[in-house]
């Protein structure tokens, strides 16, 4: 079993749509990273989370602590958000441990 | 002000050579972090350097080194390549202190493929 597993692995939608990526960890950690990658390779941060919720424009991400759960939410979705979504959880001052990925498809 | 900045960009290599990536970290950044991504996986840590010394390891076997250099610039070295080794190398430095907690700022990655 995987460290940190997300879900969906993949998700289409139209644009406009409301989408939720979801992320379970099962081990301790000093914070949860979302971050987006998008089919050059390059992976840009989105947010860090140690606790509540934190929202940049139509993006938004929460953290259950207690549940070790994290979700990454998505207004009015736009074909420019498709790309693949990765939640890491960031272990006790060590490495990142990463999710396989949410492939995100929106349609226009 | 610049980015975290890899070279190469892309490279192609033969089994049982040997490779070097580099890494630049954001100015001001004292810990760089390597990780590797196979096509379609997330990826995996290989080593976290902070002020020039290993804080960590992943499980990968002993072809792969790494060193920081004093100016925190970072090398990742592979030995005796195999076709397995052929994936998306990135590399990412967080703000001054150690990486827990702090954002993290990832390069675009050196793709090395192994024939």
């Known amino acids: 079993k995987n460290e940190v597993e997300q879900s969906p692995q993949n998700l289409t939608a139209q644009e406009g749509e409301f989408i939720t990526i979801n992320c379970s960890y099962s081990v301790g950690i000093s914070a949860l990273h979302w971050l987006q990658q998008h089919p050059g390779g390059g992976i840009v941060s989105l947010f860090m989370?140690?606790?509540g919720k934190k929202k940049h424009g139509r993006l938004i991400a929460t953290i259950n602590i207690q549940e070790k759960h994290s979700s990454l939410h998505i207004t009015a979705s736009h074909p420019r958000d498709s790309a693949v979504y990765i939640c890491a959880a960031d272990l006790l001052g060590s490495r990142l441990t990463f999710g396989e990925g949410t492939q995100l498809t929106v349609n226009p | 002000d610049a980015g975290v900045t890899q070279s190469p960009t892309h490279l192609i290599k033969t089994r049982g050579q040997h490779v070097t990536l580099r890494c630049s970290p954001i100015s001001g950044h004292k810990s760089v972090s390597w990780y590797q991504q196979v096509l379609g996986q997330g990826p995996q840590f290989i080593f976290q350097?902070?002020?020039?010394?290993?804080?960590g390891r992943g499980n990968f076997p002993d072809r792969f080194s790494a060193r920081q250099f004093p100016n925190y610039s970072s090398e990742l070295n592979v030995n005796a390549l195999l076709l397995g080794d052929s994936a998306l190398y990135l590399c990412?430095?967080?703000?001054?202190?150690?990486?827990?907690?702090?954002?993290?700022?990832f390069g675009e990655g050196s793709w090395l493929t192994v024939v």
């Open positions: 990412a430095s967080s703000t001054p202190g150690q990486s827990s907690g702090n954002t993290i700022y």
């Open positions: 989370l140690s606790s």
């Open positions: 350097y902070y002020e020039k010394e290993e804080r």
